[in-house]
T-cell receptor, first 114, second 112 residues
Framework: DAMVIQNPRYQVTQFGKPVTLSCSQT?????MYWYQQKSSQAPKLLFH???????NEADTPDNFQSRRPNTSFCFLDIRSPGLGDAAMYLC?????????????FGSGTQLSVL | DQQVKQNSPSLSVQEGRISILNCDYT??????FLWYKKYPAEGPTFLIS???IKDKNEDGRFTVFLNKSAKHLSLHIVPSQPGDSAVYFC???????????WGAGTKLIIKP
């Protein structure tokens, strides 16, 4: 089945230790997103790629970076995780077209910072 | 400035009854609305959507109603089942925009 896959499901890191989360998709969608979600809150968009064009949200901290080496893969790098970065990180894709119609989400990576 | 609001953080409904989840928006440029369902420790899954040219869309037990003049939409689930217990997010988008604007979610609890 075509899908969005995130690895790992659970990630524990130490305060200040860089961490990378990965996302792959078999949907051949040209738009990929990274969201941060803390419990009982709406998903917060960090950035998105339209093909190779990177679009950063104005309030996304510099501590968060992303790479998209090809259509299928996208990575989220947290350079120096703080306790406040503990959250669920969600990768999503949307298909070709001139507007978003729906997002397909991965299962998420739950990040803990010790 | 919250453009999409879900004013009920939680809702409890008896199994077999109707669940009605509400969502209000402020941006009149929104022309496409979606509902997502989220279980704990999982990503949201798409449930149902509606375009602003319609006022109702049905898919099995799920119906979404849109009242553009009131800038209000609602999701009806009939009959409610235990597996419907989840957090429901309302989201909206406007033409040529690649972002969804999300509500804060409503936690639905279906009581046996």
């Amino acid at each position: 089945d075509a899908m969005v896959i995130q690895n790992p499901r659970y990630q524990v890191t130490q305060f200040g230790k860089p961490v990378t989360l990965s996302c792959s998709q078999t949907l051949n969608h040209n738009v990929m997103y990274w969201y941060q979600q803390k419990s009982s809150q709406a998903p917060k968009l960090l950035f998105h790629y339209y093909d190779k064009d990177f679009n950063n949200e104005a309030d996304t901290p510099d501590n968060f970076q992303s790479r998209r080496p090809n259509t299928s893969f996208c990575f989220l790098d947290i350079r120096s995780p703080g306790l406040g970065d503990a959250a669920m990180y969600l990768c999503a894709t949307s298909g070709r077209g001139n507007r978003i119609e729906k997002l397909f989400f991965g299962s998420g990576t739950q990040l803990s910072v010790l | 400035d919250q453009q999409v609001k879900q004013n009920s953080p939680s809702l409890s409904v008896q199994e077999g009854r109707i669940s009605i989840l509400n969502c209000d928006y402020t941006n009149s440029m929104f022309d496409y609305f979606l509902w997502y369902k989220k279980y704990p420790a999982e990503g949201p899954t798409f449930l149902i959507s509606i375009s602003s040219i319609k006022d109702k869309n049905e898919d099995g037990r799920f119906t979404v109603f849109l009242n553009k003049s009131a800038k209000h939409l609602s999701l009806h689930i009939v009959p409610s089942q235990p597996g419907d217990s989840a957090v429901y997010f309302c989201a909206a988008s406007e033409d040529s925009n690649y972002q969804l604007i999300w509500g804060a979610g409503t936690k639905l609890i279906i009581k046996p």
